[in-house]
């Protein structure tokens, strides 16, 4: 999942930029409104970890430019301010929910799992599709009740993948999902990490749809749309 932390304390934006790549996240890191703004209007966000008070253009503007250009993207205010009526003011502008500095990392991301998992229609805390089972929160994964070791990029592409089933993701929408700004890209990385996750998972767990890009049966007992055979 690729997130948006938008934060002008540096010592709080390294201390939770480190803390969300430690959990897997491709994490983009601005420091003043105006660039959140660019940055939220020409990327795509599974999340967006919003300060209020920023440089050069407030936070809650910021939020209520995404909301009028009808971005749904979930958003979470951390924020210092802590007067009743600012939580009213953005929530009510669009915010999904609110956290108070200083706030305890783990509750944070304890929020960031529930926001993501209310965005992909998912009330239960983990995934569970055929054969397979994830829990994000303890970055646990099972094959036909076996323990199974991931790193944190195969994660992420099989996260991306089994949040949709049936819904074809192209490279370059799985690539978003895995690197940030600064991240080195390898032009066939997807391919690695799917080719590595189907030695682990069975060959049509994730199945490639030639020209379009991978995809997880909706159906976990059924075929994907239309096999293409071996990697892309």
Excluded: C
Aim: aromatic share 6%.
């Amino acid at each position: 999942m690729r997130l948006l932390l938008v934060e002008d304390d540096v010592m709080i934006g390294e201390s939770v930029l480190d803390a969300l790549r430690g959990e897997g996240y491709a994490v983009d890191w601005v420091r003043d409104g105006h660039m959140a703004d660019a940055a939220w209007s020409t990327e795509h966000y599974d999340l967006v970890l919003l300060d209020l008070g920023l440089p050069r253009l407030d936070g809650l503007q910021v939020l209520k430019k995404a909301r009028a250009r009808r971005d749904r993207t979930p958003v979470l205010i951390a924020t210092a301010r802590d007067a009743v009526n600012d939580r009213i003011r953005g929530l009510d502008a669009g915010a999904d929910d609110y956290v108070l500095k200083p706030y305890d990392l783990d509750e944070l991301q304890a929020r960031i799992r529930a926001l993501l998992r209310r965005a992909a229609g998912r009330a239960e805390p983990v995934f569970e599709h055929g054969p397979v089972r994830l829990n994000p929160a303890t970055h646990e994964a099972t094959f036909e009740g076996q323990a199974v070791q991931l790193s944190q990029r195969e994660w992420a592409v099989l996260e991306a993948l089994i949040a949709r089933p049936g819904v074809i993701l192209s490279r370059t929408q799985l690539e978003e999902k895995l690197y940030s700004w600064k991240d080195e890209i390898s032009s066939n990385a997807v391919e690695v990490y799917v080719h590595s996750l189907r030695k682990k998972l069975g060959a049509d767990f994730i199945r490639n749809i030639r020209g379009m890009g991978y995809v997880i049966a909706r159906d976990a007992s059924g075929p994907a749309p239309t096999d293409a055979g071996p990697d892309a």
